[in-house]
């Protein structure tokens, strides 16, 4: 069983530059969220993905904005971005239909530094 | 809405010595519990959870966690620790959800960090 994989592992950008981070769910998974970790604190929900389209948000601006494809992998896209958008960005995925849909199970992350 | 508290930042313990990393959570609606380990430079990995039915719950590793609906609290024990468990410790809850729903968002706690001294 293939666990959660995500692309690149580091990335440096610069302020207002744009940047696409990639996710593959977990074998059988179909539901896709993705959480921002900031230095030394928990992780903050973004978004959740299911039947490619967003269905549930927390509390981030329209300028974070993802997609889920038909194989459910997905993408988290930042636009403008801000100095305060360096973080470990986290991917997790879950079943909707197999038992255990309760729980999420995380991939590595990608740590973004915004200069 | 939910909320967790995790009431220690830091954890000093000695290797072979026992430790309880305390977490406390507020909602409205009924919930599902998780703990999560973070080592370093790494992602979350799932140490165990509470759905429903027995409160003391098992996990990976030799730990623990006791859900006290009353006290609103999911402690996290180990009887004894050693030097590999020194990472981060998360606790999580969610909303009891349906399938699809986006009631199954996490929200976690700040974190504990447990060090394991020799």
């Known amino acids: 069983e293939t666990g959660v994989t995500q692309s690149p592992t580091h990335l440096i950008k610069t302020r207002g530059q744009q940047v696409t981070l990639r996710c593959s769910s977990q074998?059988?998974?179909?539901?896709v969220s993705w959480y921002q970790q900031a230095l030394g604190q928990g992780p903050q929900f973004i978004f959740q993905?299911?039947?490619?389209?967003?269905?549930g948000r927390g509390n981030f601006p329209p300028r974070f904005s993802g997609l889920q494809f038909p194989n459910y992998s997905s993408e988290l896209n930042v636009n403008a971005l801000e100095l305060d958008d360096s973080a470990l960005y986290l991917c997790?995925?879950?079943?909707?239909?197999?038992?255990?849909?309760?729980?999420?199970?995380f991939g590595p992350g990608t740590r973004l530094l915004v200069l | 809405a939910q909320s967790v508290t995790q009431l220690d930042s830091q954890v000093p313990v000695f290797e072979e010595a026992p430790v309880e990393l305390r977490c406390n959570y507020s909602?409205?609606?009924?919930?599902?519990l998780f703990w999560y380990v973070q080592y370093p430079n790494q992602g979350l990995q799932l140490l165990l959870k509470?759905?429903?039915?027995?409160?003391l719950v098992k996990g990976i590793n030799g730990f623990e966690a006791e859900f006290n609906k009353s006290q609103t609290s999911f402690h996290l024990r180990k009887p004894s620790v050693h030097i590999s468990d020194t990472a981060e410790y998360f606790c999580?809850?969610?909303?009891?959800?349906?399938?699809?729903?986006?009631?199954?968002?996490?929200?976690f706690g700040k974190g504990t960090k447990l060090s394991v001294k020799p």
């Open positions: 997790a995925s879950r079943s909707s239909v197999l038992q255990g849909a309760e729980t999420q199970y």
């Open positions: 074998s059988g998974h179909n539901t």
């Open positions: 993905y299911y039947r490619e389209e967003e269905n």
């Open positions: 909602s409205s609606v009924s919930v599902y």
């Open positions: 509470y759905l429903s039915g027995s409160t």
């Open positions: 999580a809850v969610s909303g009891r959800m349906n399938y699809g729903g986006s009631q199954g968002n996490l929200i």
